[in-house]
């Protein structure tokens, strides 16, 4: 749904911009780029960018931000800049580590591996977990000891 054309409004609150979307896609793009030789789509596909922009939800008030930060730190020339140069201006905002990147990371990656080409380079079926599960390694169970024998932190109502 749009409110008016190049200004798709996302969680009926917050409208993304044409230019943060192409922003979003450079940013994405920069962050996981294509591996040809093993046949997988950079963060910056078509059909990744689709994803974010259809799940990225409550969180788009910090990937705007995000975004609007990594343009500034880049005088506003991010698309301009050579790939050296986009990688070093992100790592050094990202080791800030604050809430606007961290949410922009988390919001590509998991568009990433959400994407069926992905995954089936990593080997695994791509579907969704139900109703056939996965298989999870069993771990060590005696880490939850100290959860477990923890005081009861609420008060029972009952």
Do not use: C
């Not at 960018?49 to 990225?56: F, G, L, N």
């Not at 409550?58 to 800049?81: Q, T």
């Not at 050579?82 to 961290?102: F, K, T, V, W």
């Amino acid at each position: 749904m749009a409110d008016r054309p190049g200004q798709p409004v996302i969680e009926g609150t917050f409208v993304i911009t044409d230019a943060e979307l192409r922003d979003l896609r450079d940013i994405a793009g920069t962050m996981i780029h294509p591996d040809t030789k093993r046949r997988l789509p950079g963060a910056d596909d078509p059909a990744i960018q689709a994803d974010i922009a259809r799940t990225v939800g409550r969180d788009l008030p910090l990937v705007k931000e995000a975004i609007a930060a990594i343009v500034a730190k880049s005088g506003g020339v991010f698309a301009a800049l050579d790939q050296d140069r986009r990688e070093a201006l992100i790592n050094d905002y990202h080791a800030g580590r604050s809430a606007p990147i961290m949410t922009l990371g988390r919001v590509i990656l998991g568009a990433y591996y959400r994407d069926d080409r992905v995954l089936s380079a990593l080997g695994m079926e791509p579907r969704p977990p139900f109703p056939k599960g996965y298989t999870v390694e069993q771990g060590d169970w005696s880490l939850l000891d100290a959860v477990r024998n923890r005081p009861q932190l609420w008060r029972d109502d009952r």
